[in-house]
């Protein structure tokens, strides 16, 4: 079985630029390169993603997301965060390690009001359906 790349990261085998770490969760950079500041959220116990993570753990990653996110907004001059979650292969996750993505925000920063989210091609029933 191949080695997870994240759970390398927690264990200090695996390269990685650490934003936060505590017991439980760790913040890093993401090498994407394709937004500046771009950072992922990891609970340290492996689980794939939301389907299987258990509460503690998501709880865990979500009191880390939103330390960073404070942290952003506060001290370092963002004026919001988008928080980005894909689970399983079909919804776009391509490293099976639960992740949130942070990515800084400013007004004008000219990365459009949505950028990441799939195109939704109209819904083809009514909601009481
Ligand atoms: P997703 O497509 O939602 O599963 O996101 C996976 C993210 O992990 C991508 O944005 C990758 O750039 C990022 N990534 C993959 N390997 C590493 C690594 N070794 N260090 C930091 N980020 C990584
Ligand atoms: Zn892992």
Same mark, same amino acid.
């Given at each position: ?27 890093? %950079?993401?090498?994407? *390169?394709? @937004?500046?500041? !771009? ?10 993603? +939301? #389907? ?9 990653? %979500?009191?880390?997301? *939103?330390? @960073?996110?404070? !942290? ?10 988008? +928080? #980005? ?45």
């Amino acid at each position: 079985m191949n080695k997870c790349i994240f759970c390398e990261i927690v264990k200090g085998n695996a390269p990685s630029m650490k934003v936060y770490e505590d017991e439980f969760t760790l913040a890093f %950079m993401d090498i994407a *390169k394709d @937004v500046d500041g !771009h950072i992922l959220v990891i609970p340290k116990v492996h689980c794939e993603n +939301i #389907l299987d993570c258990d509460c503690e753990a998501l709880s865990k990653t %979500m009191e880390t997301v *939103k330390k @960073v996110s404070n !942290h952003l907004t506060s001290e370092c001059g963002y004026d919001g965060v988008d +928080i #980005l979650n894909a689970n399983g292969r079909a919804a776009g996750q391509t490293v099976p390690h639960f992740h949130m993505h942070i990515i800084p925000r400013q007004y004008k920063d000219g990365l459009g009001g949505a950028g990441e989210w799939p195109t939704f091609p109209g819904a083809k029933f009514d909601i009481e359906t």
